[in-house]
């Protein structure tokens, strides 16, 4: 089982990025699927997360509206589109995939706002 982030860079405020977390091992259609972030100094939070039953979505509220979660599960790939983005996003993204006992974290790819 794996889950490899990629897509993370430096961009500037007021851009976007597409984090993608590409899965082996398992089905994401089959996992809830969710993208957290940690930045330094500061505790990890869910960003967005992308049920398996419905593909219902949820969003933190600092990026309701600016952050898309979704999947292709012929790529068995989550992204998350990141637009209208701040300095205060800057942070460790990594993705997780989580059933019933099972819970899979990839490494996290690096996105940092600044200008």
């Known amino acids: 089982v794996q889950l490899v982030e990629s897509g993370g860079g430096l961009v500037q405020p007021g851009g976007s990025l597409r984090l993608s977390c590409a899965a082996s091992?398992?089905?994401?259609?089959?996992?809830?699927m969710s993208w957290y972030r940690q930045a330094p100094g500061k505790e990890r939070e869910l960003v967005a997360a992308?049920?398996?039953?419905?593909?219902?979505?949820n969003y933190a509220d600092s990026v309701k509206g600016r952050f898309a979660i979704s999947r292709d599960t012929a790529k068995n790939t989550v992204y998350l589109q990141m637009n209208s983005l701040k300095p205060e996003d800057t942070a460790v993204y990594s993705c997780?995939?989580?059933?019933?006992?099972?819970?899979?974290w990839g490494r996290g790819t690096q996105v940092t706002v600044s200008s």
């Open positions: 997780n995939a989580f059933r019933l006992l099972r819970d899979y």
């Open positions: 091992g398992f089905t994401v259609s089959s996992y809830s």
């Open positions: 992308l049920t398996s039953a419905g593909g219902s979505t």
